[in-house]
């Protein structure tokens, strides 16, 4: 009976019950899950993502888990899709003003108007790939040993990224439209986490991030919720999974 109780009273305050290791908020929406589906046609990475192939994948819109940043809720449409060699990833992001500063490799271009993936194929690690990328196509790539010191001297080869500007870039008297940004991520450079390309059904986890704006102007849009109480994407029990077709 003292048993019955005590799970009573556990269920009853769901507020008060552990949510993780690193997540700060409870009662959040289950964790999605995305088909990438495999693709025949070789992809060009131009930036302009009116590929049939394109048109045809599952479309991801991400979510503004903060309503207290100041920056203007814009869209952003992702998708994914793979074949042998690479996984593919589409931005296309709504922006009335272009803004990317950051020109070399490995600059914090989560500063600019910058989209993000986030890659962590297995369960058995916290540890994950991320790659950062602007509108000008610029790459910051790193490996994170979550929750400890991140690698940024980690560099992955091969990647192959374009953007596609609607708009003038770093001019904020007119008015913008929007960019697409085309990723291209050989499998063979992610093996300091995955020895091996994902095999159909297959599971890995991810997280997908935009940093819109400039500060104080700023607004972070997100594929899950990370649970934490501060705008921030870095927590991986909070990744979706995306499912290897």
């Known amino acids: ?13 769901g507020a008060q019950t552990p949510v993780g290791q690193y997540t700060e908020i409870a009662g959040l929406p289950a964790l999605p899950s ?6 025949n046609a070789k992809l060009t990475i131009d930036g302009d993502l009116s590929e049939k192939a394109w048109e045809r994948a599952a ?17 952003t449409i992702v998708k994914l899709l793979r074949d042998q060699t690479h996984l593919y990833v589409a931005y296309e992001c709504e922006d009335s ?15 600019d108007d910058c989209v993000e993936i986030f890659l962590k194929p ?11 990328m602007n509108a000008r196509g610029v790459l910051f790539d790193y490996f994170y040993p979550y929750p ?6 980690f560099n992955l080869e091969g990647v192959q990224l374009k953007t596609k500007l609607r708009g003038t870039l770093n001019h904020s008297a007119d008015q913008d439209q929007g960019w697409s940004l085309e990723l291209a991520i050989p499998w063979q450079s992610l093996q300091k986490l995955a020895p091996t390309a994902p095999q ?33 994407p870095h927590n991986p029990e909070r990744f979706g999974s995306l499912k290897f077709n």
Not at 148 to 153: E, I
């Open 1 to 13: 009976m003292k048993i019955l109780l005590s799970l009573f009273v556990l269920f009853s305050l």
């Open 34 to 39: 995305y088909a990438v589906n495999s693709v």
């Open 59 to 75: 479309a991801i819109t991400l979510l503004f888990p903060w309503e207290a940043q100041t920056g203007q809720p814009q869209k």
């Open 97 to 111: 003003d272009l803004t990317a500063l950051l020109t070399n490799r490995d600059d914090p271009v989560y500063k």
């Open 122 to 132: 297995s369960d058995q690690t916290d540890s994950y790939i991320g790659l950062e």
């Open 148 to 153: 400890g010191k991140n690698d940024y001297a």
């Open 200 to 232: 159909k059904n297959d599971q890995w986890r991810a997280q997908i991030n935009r940093w819109d704006g400039t500060e104080p102007q700023r607004r972070l849009s997100m594929w899950c919720h990370s649970g934490l109480k501060r705008p921030s």
